[in-house]
C-alpha cells in the first residue's frame, strides 16, 4: 500500500504562489493514478488535477487550469502541485491521491492547509 505525505501548505496573499509536495513510498509511477485534490471548509471533496501513465499526461480541472501545474520527479518519489496566482477561493486543504491502475490500492495522504488571504 503507497503511503502519502503532503507538505507545503501555508498562508499566501492574493496573487501569490504556493508549491505543494507530495512524497510516495517508492513504487513505479506508471502503475498509478496520481491526483491532487482539495476540500474548503462546509464544501465536499474535489478533484484539482491528475497525472497519470508513462508519459505522465495531466488533466486539469476548469477552476485551476492556467494556474496550476501537476508534475512528478521519478527520482525523488514526489508529486507536486505548483499553484500560481492563487485566489480566496483556493483556500482548502489539499490531499494527495495515488490509484492503482492493475490493482486495488487507493491512498490518501492526511493534507495540507492553505489559506488565501489579504
Known amino acids: 500500500q503507497v503511503q502519502l505525505v503532503e507538505s507545503g501548505g501555508g498562508l499566501v496573499q492574493p496573487g501569490g504562489s504556493l508549491r505543494l509536495s507530495c512524497a510516495a513510498s517508492?513504487?513505479?509511477?506508471?502503475?498509478?493514478?496520481m491526483s491532487w485534490h482539495r476540500q474548503a471548509p462546509g464544501k465536499e471533496r474535489g478533484l484539482v488535477a491528475t497525472l497519470a501513465g508513462p508519459g505522465g499526461s495531466t488533466k486539469y480541472a476548469d477552476a485551476v487550469k492556467g494556474r496550476f501545474t501537476i508534475s512528478r520527479d521519478i527520482a525523488k518519489n514526489t508529486v507536486y502541485l505548483q499553484m500560481n496566482n492563487l485566489k480566496p477561493e483556493d483556500t482548502a486543504v489539499y490531499y494527495c491521491n495515488a490509484r492503482g491502475i492493475w490493482t486495488s490500492a487507493d491512498s490518501w495522504g492526511q493534507g495540507t492547509q492553505v489559506t488565501v488571504s489579504s
Open positions: 517508492e513504487f513505479t509511477f506508471s502503475s498509478y493514478v
